[in-house]
C-alpha cells in the first residue's frame, strides 16, 4: 500500500519535473545560442564600431568643427538664459527643514 503509494507520488514528481524542463530548455535554447542572424551580427558589428570610435576621438563620432561650435554656441546661450556655469552638471537642491505639522496647525486644520 504505502509502496503504491510511493510510487504514484513519484510519477506526478516526475512528471511535473518533466514538464518544468522541458519548458525552460525551450527557453534557454535560445538564450544560449551564441549564433546570430546576419542582421543582428552586422547590427552589433556597428554598435561595436561606434563604441571604438567613440572612445578614441572622446565625444561624439564623426563630427566636424561646425557641430563644436554649435555646440559652444547652444551652451552659451543656455548659460545665458539660466545663469549656470556648466550645464553638464546635475543641480544640487537645498530643501528647508520645515515640519509638516506645524504647516498644518497654521492653516486652521
Given at each position: 500500500?504505502?509502496?503504491?503509494?510511493?510510487?504514484?507520488?513519484?510519477?506526478?514528481?516526475?512528471?511535473?519535473?518533466?514538464?518544468?524542463?522541458?519548458?525552460?530548455?525551450?527557453?534557454?535554447?535560445?538564450?544560449?545560442?551564441?549564433?546570430?542572424?546576419?542582421?543582428?551580427?552586422?547590427?552589433?558589428?556597428?554598435?561595436?564600431?561606434?563604441?571604438?570610435?567613440?572612445?578614441?576621438?572622446?565625444?561624439?563620432?564623426?563630427?566636424?568643427?561646425?557641430?563644436?561650435?554649435?555646440?559652444?554656441?547652444?551652451?552659451f546661450?543656455?548659460?545665458?538664459?539660466?545663469?549656470?556655469?556648466?550645464?553638464?552638471?546635475?543641480?544640487?537642491?537645498?530643501?528647508?527643514?520645515?515640519s509638516?505639522?506645524?504647516?498644518?496647525?497654521?492653516?486652521?486644520?
Amino acid at each position: 500500500m504505502i509502496l503504491q503509494r510511493l510510487f504514484r507520488f513519484s510519477s506526478v514528481i516526475r512528471s511535473a519535473v518533466s514538464v518544468h524542463l522541458r519548458r525552460n530548455i525551450g527557453v534557454t535554447a535560445v538564450a544560449f545560442n551564441k549564433e546570430l542572424d546576419p542582421v543582428q551580427k552586422l547590427f552589433v558589428d556597428k554598435i561595436r564600431e561606434y563604441k571604438s570610435k567613440r572612445q578614441t576621438s572622446g565625444g561624439p563620432v564623426d563630427t566636424g568643427p561646425e557641430y563644436q561650435q554649435e555646440l559652444e554656441k547652444e551652451l552659451f546661450k543656455l548659460k545665458q538664459m539660466f545663469g549656470k556655469a556648466d550645464m553638464n552638471t546635475f543641480p544640487t537642491f537645498k530643501f528647508e527643514g520645515t515640519s509638516c505639522k506645524s504647516q498644518i496647525h497654521s492653516c486652521g486644520g
